[in-house]
């Protein structure tokens, strides 16, 4: 069975600019999860959707959004860049949202 | 807001040295606790996942137990190939709410 996929795996940008990063969960899980990874804060949740819903929203500013398709299939996007986006963007998926959650390899962004 | 701790932020062990690596949390009702090994690079594979106090699971010379204010892992004979970062995850049961909260990781590092 086919794990977490992310695309693009890494990513080099300048402030202002804005970047949509892309997420294909585990075949039949329902539920995705998006977080940021970095070296102070560790793992912080951004946000989470089910069945192309976004139940859960972290404390992160509008600049993040992100959406889900019909296949379950999930886009990030972050706009007017800043230095401190530069981090490690982590997908999640699981069955339902109450069950374990499998990441996959991340993109790592780069801001200028 | 749901909390969670892990300590020692870094161990080292020799070979076949057991120890063990402590999450302590805060949450307001717990969905699931969850433990997670990331290796440099890569996103984070999934382990365990802990339910009610009094719980354990083993996997090889992994075993992990849950209190109702901590849980352990606990690492036996460990070899090179377990040092990674161990991070632990609580989900709360509040309405609507499937987010992880992540503590900032145990480095483990095992030395032949």
């Known amino acids: 069975k086919a794990g977490v996929t992310q695309t693009p795996r890494y990513l080099i940008k300048t402030r202002g600019q804005q970047v949509t990063l892309s997420c294909s969960p585990i075949s039949g899980h329902r539920s995705v999860s998006w977080y940021q990874q970095t070296p102070g804060q560790g793992l912080q949740f951004l946000f989470e959707?089910?069945?192309?819903?976004?139940?859960n929203k972290g404390n992160f500013p509008g600049r993040f959004s992100g959406r889900q398709f019909s296949n379950s299939r999930s886009e990030m996007n972050v706009s007017t860049l800043e230095l401190g986006d530069s981090a490690l963007y982590l997908c999640?998926?699981?069955?339902?949202?109450?069950?374990?959650?499998?990441f996959g390899p991340g993109t790592r962004l780069t801001v200028l | 807001e749901d909390q969670v701790t892990q300590s020692p932020e870094a161990l080292r062990l020799q070979e076949g040295e057991s120890s063990s690596l402590n999450c302590s949390y805060t949450?307001?009702?717990?969905?699931?606790l969850f433990w997670y090994r990331q290796d440099p690079g890569k996103g984070p594979e999934f382990l365990f996942t802990?339910?009610?106090a009094g719980e354990e699971k083993e996997k090889e010379r992994l075993k992990a137990t849950l209190t109702k204010k901590e849980s352990f892992l606990h690492i036996t004979a460990p070899k090179p190939e377990d040092s990674a970062t161990y991070l632990c995850?609580?989900?709360?049961?509040?309405?609507?709410?499937?987010?992880?909260?992540f503590g900032k990781g145990t480095k483990l590092s095992v030395i032949p």
């Open positions: 949450v307001s009702g717990l969905r699931g």
């Open positions: 959707y089910f069945s192309e819903t976004q139940r």
């Open positions: 995850a609580v989900q709360g049961s509040g309405a609507g709410s499937y987010q992880l909260t």
């Open positions: 999640a998926s699981s069955l339902n949202s109450n069950n374990e959650q499998f």
């Open positions: 802990l339910y009610s």
